[in-house]
């Protein structure tokens, strides 16, 4: 599919994101909400909002759109929903319905638009929610995304705030799409690792969630546009420590040699400059930290779980047939937020 079909806006993904102090600049001269019901918002880190209906439901809202980071727009389709969705599941909540947010040029195919927005019903159908709807504006780019309601039980929400000294952190996604999808633009991305790179966005954080569910999980959160490292940042914040074993990163292949061509992103490096006085690096190579500060689009979750089980968790990921790993362990405060080593 040519370009003239799909107009690649400057940042295709999630790396078309605000950075993350940029965002945290405006959000805290938002008055904050006072409702009791309200048990998770926007004063917080966390993937979506929660609401309490009563003793036992309450909702979780969330949404996500942006431009295109591949050329088909069936795919494109497909990602944009899976990353939507997956903020849901990263509560620990489950979908139950999904709108459409739509921007397209009305001078477009048509039927263009119709494989964006059938590649996102499928998903929202894999997820066991109903497509009810949704709103659409005329625009000079194409961007596509999904508003998601999900219930959870009030008692039962995962927050990305729990971590507990001594767990360990799992990561049920590679590393790398951001790089991938960027080298991809230049017409210098392997086909492994495009192929990796378009099932890893394309797979629901559903059944990792299930599987994290029958586990001792204390804190969760999704990794995508600031990066694994400002995610783990906001999970410790100032009570822990996270060590990172930089060995048992799962990322995509070609990575590395991508970050040596330079296929970097301008997110990548807002990432790094949101982060790097919290964050301390030993004996890690420049391809490794541009790795862990690459924006992901519909990456996996980074869940903190009790050690005892993190073995058990990890057998039951690594039969969705993704790279994962346990990457670390949260240790008492130093004087980093996170230790790469």
Known sequence: MSEEKIVFCKGGGCTAKLGPAVLSHVLQKLPRPEDPNLLVG????????????????AIVQTLDFFPPMVEDPHLFGQIAAANALSDVYAMGGEVKTALNIVCFPETMDLNILGEILLGGSEKVREAGGVLAGGHSIADADVKYGLSVTGVIHPDRIWSNEGCQEGDVLILTKPLGVGLVCTADRMKAARPADLELAYRSMTTLNKYAAEILKKYRLHGCTDVTGFGFLAHLCEMVGERYTAVVEQKAIPFIPGCPDYVEEFY?????????????????????????????????????????????????????????????GIVGKIQKRGEAAVVVQ
């Open 42 to 57: 926007f004063g917080g880190c966390d993937d979506g909002a929660v609401y309490r209906l009563t003793d036992d439901l």
């Open 264 to 324: 970097l992103t301008a997110a990548a490096q807002r990432n790094r400059n949101h982060v790097e006085k919290k964050l301390e690096f030993c004996n890690v190579s420049f391809a490794m930290e541009e790795i862990l500060f690459d924006p992901q689009t519909s990456g996996g979750l980074l869940a903190s779980v009790a050690a005892e089980d993190g073995p058990a968790v990890l057998e039951e990921i690594q039969r969705l047939g993704l790279p994962c």
